[in-house]
């Protein structure tokens, strides 16, 4: 299997060779906060996510077609273990599987532990079989400590997490959830969402903070590619921002005259109350 050598070959390197083939295990962004700016019930959903939390909250108020877009090949794969363990797990146990917290052993002493693993392998093997194989041969083959490695070294807030994913916030939405995926059709692309073509289009499409780590010429390709993929009156989160001053370097104005601007502040993700903001387009 192709992608499974292309794993070995990254663990096997002590240098971290690409930062795109690491996942984010959770979000990083405040979903929950700017999720009310757009009508998603019955709609259909574009976004970047290798967390896969953009796809799951969408699901819970009726956004039944998804495609999830990222550069990180790991994206699908980790997508249907975050679903089975959802399945399986409850909310605590979840969260103790999938979330690094403290720097201590104790902490996480039931991140990626191969006894959960166990407890979820069945219900991955029958939603993905090419998931379960992936992650079965991880876990027999593989430390704890190596399977860290595919993931982004980010020490996790976890009152953070729960606050800005909707899924999170409580026991009846973590179930209410369960039953939202597997209601929902979710695909998902591997590529460079400045590259990415499909004959599909969108009633929103979400872009992370991605237009932040690209130049100006690859922002272009980017607002060019989502606005033909974008339906009439659809709306684009172009960027997403860690406080409300922010900018995007080399903003490509020229590309955006057939679009409505606004930029909405929204709950920070961080204890000390900061504002964030988005950069939203509707499309004319």
Not at 25 to 38: A, L, R, V
Not at 53 to 64: E, G
Not at 145 to 167: A, G, T
Not at 262 to 282: A, F, M
Request: glycine share 2%; with cysteine; hydrophobic share 35%.
């Amino acid at each position: 299997m192709e992608i499974l050598n292309r794993i070995e070959d990254y663990l096997s390197n002590d240098f971290y060779s690409s930062d795109f083939f690491q996942l984010y295990s959770f979000t990083t962004e405040n979903i929950n906060g700017y999720m009310q700016f757009f009508e998603l019930k019955d709609k259909t959903l574009l976004t970047i996510g290798s967390s896969s939390d953009q796809a799951i909250n969408a699901t819970l108020v009726r956004c039944n077609d998804i495609t999830v877009c990222d550069i990180c090949p790991l994206t699908k794969y980790f997508y249907y273990l975050k679903l089975a363990s959802l399945l399986v797990l409850n909310r605590e146990e979840f969260l103790g599987f999938l979330c690094k917290k403290q720097c201590d052993i104790e902490s996480n002493k039931h991140l990626l532990s191969r006894t959960i693993f166990n407890r979820v392998k069945n219900a991955l093997k029958s939603l993905d079989y090419e998931s379960y194989y992936i992650w079965e041969y991880l876990f027999m083959n593989y430390k704890k400590s190596d399977i860290e490695k595919l993931f982004r070294r980010d020490i996790n807030d976890l009152e953070s997490i729960i606050y800005c994913n909707r899924y999170l916030k409580n026991d009846y939405n973590y179930n209410h959830a369960r039953e939202t995926v597997m209601n929902a059709s979710i695909d998902f692309i591997t590529e460079d969402i400045t590259k990415l073509y499909t004959n599909k289009s969108f009633d929103n499409i979400w872009l992370s903070n991605v237009a932040n780590y690209l130049n100006s010429q690859d922002i272009n390709s980017m607002i060019k590619n989502c606005s033909r993929m974008l339906n009439d009156n659809g709306k684009m989160l172009l960027c997403y921002f860690w406080n409300t001053s922010m900018t995007i370097k080399g903003f490509p104005i020229e590309q955006l005259s057939s679009f409505e601007s606004e930029r909405i502040k929204i709950p920070g993700i961080l204890k000390d109350k900061s504002k964030n903001s988005i950069l939203v387009y509707t499309k004319k």
